[in-house]
């Protein structure tokens, strides 16, 4: 079992930015691809960023490119998210999730966090 908790939510005005955090832990928590996902209210869940084990691979979907970069640390067993020029269309609850394979679907993760709120003000 995985235990993930995400940090960093809150509001922000248009163009500000936010650093998300997911800490994880419990058994082999470090042997997992680890990645962000987020869903506004009344759409779909939707792949954000996710990174491999190893740091190499680094995906990241095409409406935050630019903006949003993940990175992590498996010292500490943490996944960050820096969004820089938020748009209120990335208000949304945004989820860290851990899976055994590099996936940019959610069906690929199997453990998830609680999620946390980003809204951003136009």
């Known amino acids: 079992q995985v235990l993930l908790v995400e940090s960093g939510g809150g509001l922000v005005q248009n163009g500000g930015s936010l650093r998300l955090s997911c800490a994880a832990s419990?058994?082999?928590?470090?042997?997992?691809?680890m990645g962000w996902f987020r869903q506004a209210p009344g759409k779909e869940r939707e792949f954000v960023a996710t990174?491999?084990?190893?740091?190499?691979?680094?995906s990241i979907a095409d409406s935050v490119k630019g903006r949003f970069t993940i990175s992590r640390d498996n010292a500490k067993n943490t996944v960050d998210l820096q969004m820089d020029s938020l748009k209120p269309e990335d208000t949304a609850v945004y989820y860290c999730?851990?899976?055994?394979?590099?996936?940019?679907?959610?069906?690929?993760?199997?453990?998830w966090g609680q999620g946390t709120q980003v809204t951003v003000s136009s």
């Open positions: 999730a851990a899976g055994l394979y590099y996936s940019l679907r959610s069906e690929g993760y199997q453990y």
């Open positions: 419990g058994r082999a928590s470090s042997s997992y691809v």
């Open positions: 990174k491999s084990l190893s740091g190499v691979s680094t």
